[in-house]
């Protein structure tokens, strides 16, 4: 199948089908398709084949398709040639960062840049980054309010996608002064179908019971559903956190009362990212997910003040 993000699923077998040794001998070739009702020209066909294209074949030529960091080093090096042949790929995403960031006193922006061949440009002043923009080298203090634009350009002077980071001063969210908590997080789930998760509905409540941490721990859900998890995240040092929610279809982090990732309606499995300042000890937790039908991804990491990014677990929760 292919994948909504930059490669298609590497861990896919051709021959995983629980096929007998003689009946795998049927198996002439694998296929992916793109459909073209709402792609209005060949320019965007590309872009959204190239280079999913590659991860089809890595998928059907290579012993090990897992080898995802392998097979990331052999698409780089192929973009020479899709460059030469002028054709739109999408560009590797830019990482490192976090659209929405926060700084309490200062703060130094960074960018992973997968292509080092590639250059990245930004602005400040909330123009589309151009080759005469300034060059992203390393890393840019940050000690004021301020909106990046940046984007990487390839070889031959094309530009890929733009990229906004906004930066805004932000004190330390005091901690909740609470006593007496337990382990783990208040769980609902509700059995409905809803367009985002304002409309979720206390009236449509099935089930209700402590998860260790952000889980689903309903057997067999309905096609369409909706969850609440709640309860506190234990900061367990003063610093700027970063929380990456991953999920389809839609989802709301809320911290301290307030949303801080939005990744609400309904789309496919896609990451959006929010940073805060906290202060040691509980803060308010709350997430509410639903799905629209067809299979869910739900997923919440979080980068502590160290830089170390890591996936939620039962060391982080705490419920009344």
Not at 102 to 126: M, W
Request: with cysteine.
């Amino acid at each position: 199948m292919l994948s909504t993000k930059f490669f298609c699923n590497l861990t896919f077998d051709p021959l995983g089908f629980q096929l007998s040794t003689a009946d795998q001998q049927y198996i002439k070739g694998v296929q992916s398709c793109t459909w073209t009702e709402t792609i209005p020209s060949e320019q965007r066909l590309e872009y959204m084949i190239f280079p999913r294209m590659m991860a089809m074949s890595e998928v059907a030529w290579n012993n090990s398709p897992s080898d995802w960091k392998g097979f990331e080093k052999r698409v780089i090096n192929q973009l020479p040639m899709l460059d030469a042949m002028n054709i739109n790929y999408r560009f590797q995403d830019l990482k490192g960062f976090s659209v929405n960031s926060v700084f309490t006193d200062t703060a130094s922006l960074r960018i992973t840049n997968p292509v080092p061949e590639f250059k990245i440009h930004y602005t400040t002043d909330g123009s589309l980054p151009t080759l005469s923009s300034k060059i992203f080298n390393g890393s840019v203090l940050v000690n004021q309010p301020v909106q990046f634009k940046l984007a990487a350009f390839n070889t031959s002077g094309k530009r890929g996608e733009v990229y906004t980071i906004n930066y805004k001063k932000q004190p330390y969210a005091e901690a909740t002064k609470i006593t007496e908590l337990q382990k783990g997080l208040n769980f609902s789930y509700y059995p409905h179908g809803y367009r985002v998760v304002s409309e979720i509905s206390e009236k449509d409540l099935e089930i209700k019971q402590v998860t260790s941490a952000v889980e689903i721990p309903v057997a067999k859900t309905a096609d369409q559903f909706a969850t609440k998890h709640k309860g506190y995240f234990y900061a367990d040092q003063t610093g700027v956190y970063t929380f990456f929610l991953r999920s389809d279809d839609g989802s709301v982090l809320k911290i301290n009362g307030s949303t801080l990732v939005d990744n609400d309606g309904m789309h496919f499995a896609i990451e959006k990212s929010a940073q805060i300042a906290l202060k040691k000890g509980y803060h308010a937790f709350e997430l509410l997910f639903l799905e629209g039908g067809g299979g869910y991804t739900l997923k919440l990491e979080v980068q502590d003040p160290s830089g170390k990014r890591r996936e939620v677990n039962g060391k982080d929760f705490f419920r009344q």
